[in-house]
Each structure stands twice: as C-alpha cells, then as structure tokens.
C-alpha cells in the first residue's frame, strides 16, 4: 500500500494494435519504478473511450492502428490533461512537426531500446517534450515560423515527382514524363515519402496540401 508522503505512480494508457508488441510494453512499464499500465487500447476509437475510463497521465500511443492515423486523435486524447507521446516507425521531421502542432508531448522510434521509452514517459509525465534531439531543432523552427515548410528539403526533381503524384500519375507515368527509369523513379517517389513522413502515395499528396506544397 503507498504510504502518504510517496508520490503518485505514473498512470498509462497504451494503444497498440499488435498484441505481442503491446504485452511487451506492458510489461516492461510495469516493472518499471512509478510506473503502471491502467489499460490498453487497440484502436482510436477505444483509445478515445479509455482515456474517460481511466484518466491516464501519459498515453503512449502507436501511430499506425487498424482504424487510421493515430495523428489524428492527438487533441481528443489529449483534451482531459494527458500527454501524449507518440511512437512511430518513421520519426521524421515532418511527423514530429505533426505531432507537436497537434498537442502531442513527444515521439519516439519504436525501436527504441524499453529503457528510453520508460525514461520519456516519466519525462512526459513530469510536463517535458521528448523529441530526438536531431528534430527537435526543426520542431521549434517550424512551430514558430523561422523554419521552411517540410518540401524544403524536396529536390528539384522529387518536387516535380510530388507535382506528378498529386495528378494522380502512376510509377510508369511519371518515369515516362520525367525520362527516367522505373528504377530511378521509384526512388524519387521513396525519397518524396520519407522526406514527407508519409507511408503511402495518398498520404504524400495529403501531407504535402496540408503543408501548402501543393495545391
């Protein structure tokens, strides 16, 4: 029983679809020294409803669930006074800036080692931003308008690439129109999402209107 004068544990909710990652997570927040894991979701929509069910401190939420983009939900997670703290395959600087202009606290690898995951979230908890320290840079220039919009770091030749695939262009299409070769287009179009944060095409030409790249 916790005696008077010792603090609160850190009260979690994780979101993660992937049952074997998620009982792995669970685990090790447990172990972990106040820390405690009070529910687990697999999607937005029970993300949403175990935030009111168990007033967590700190979500620790995958981005990419069966029902959509977890970006998404940030703000309504977030709307009770959790912090949010995203975790991603893709932490670029594009995604952070996302998840920062949406209200989250944080976002890391999930191939982060569990120690730094355990770390953010008491960091989280505790009011701090937990950012890479190669992002966070960027972040703060971009939330506060001195840094170029996530296409500055776009070629000349991927612009053109992310002007195509919003047309609607297929591979083929757009190595016809630019002359390259399917090789070289292919790779044009992995550097467009990479640099974009995006994980599909679609999602590209979403992030890239939503940033002003295009029209």
């Given at each position: 029983m916790r005696s008077a004068d010792e603090p609160r544990p850190v009260r979690v909710l994780l979101v993660e679809d992937h049952d074997m990652v998620a009982e792995a997570l669970q685990l090790a927040l447990d172990r972990a020294d106040g820390i405690t894991v009070v529910g687990r979701a697999r999607s937005r929509?029970?993300?949403?409803?175990?935030?009111?069910?168990?007033?967590?401190?700190?979500?620790?939420?995958?981005?990419?669930?069966?029902?959509?983009?977890?970006?998404?939900?940030?703000?309504?997670?977030?709307s009770g006074g959790a912090r949010v703290l995203?975790?991603?395959g893709d932490a670029t600087l594009s995604v952070a800036v996302q998840v920062a202009k949406a209200g989250g606290a944080g976002l890391l690898l999930k191939s982060s080692q569990l120690g730094v995951l355990e770390s953010a979230v008491r960091d989280v908890a505790a009011g701090g931003?937990?950012?890479?320290?190669?992002?966070?840079?960027?972040?703060f220039d971009r939330l506060t308008g001195r840094g170029q919009g996530g296409g500055a770091a776009l070629t000349a030749r991927e612009r053109q690439t992310l002007?195509?695939?919003?047309?609607?262009?297929?591979?083929?299409?757009?190595?016809?129109?630019?002359?390259?070769?399917?090789?070289?287009?292919r790779n044009h179009v992995q550097r467009v999402l990479e640099k974009l944060?995006?994980?599909s095409k679609l999602e590209a030409v979403a992030v890239a209107r939503r940033e002003g790249l295009i029209g």
């Open positions: 929509a029970e993300a949403v409803a175990d935030v009111l069910d168990h007033a967590p401190d700190v979500v620790v939420l995958d981005r990419r669930l069966a029902d959509g983009d977890a970006l998404d939900v940030i703000a309504q997670l977030g995203v975790l991603t931003v937990v950012f890479d320290q190669e992002l966070l840079p960027g972040v002007d195509l695939l919003a047309e609607g262009a297929t591979t083929d299409e757009i190595g016809r129109r630019l002359g390259v070769s399917r090789n070289t287009t944060g995006a994980r």
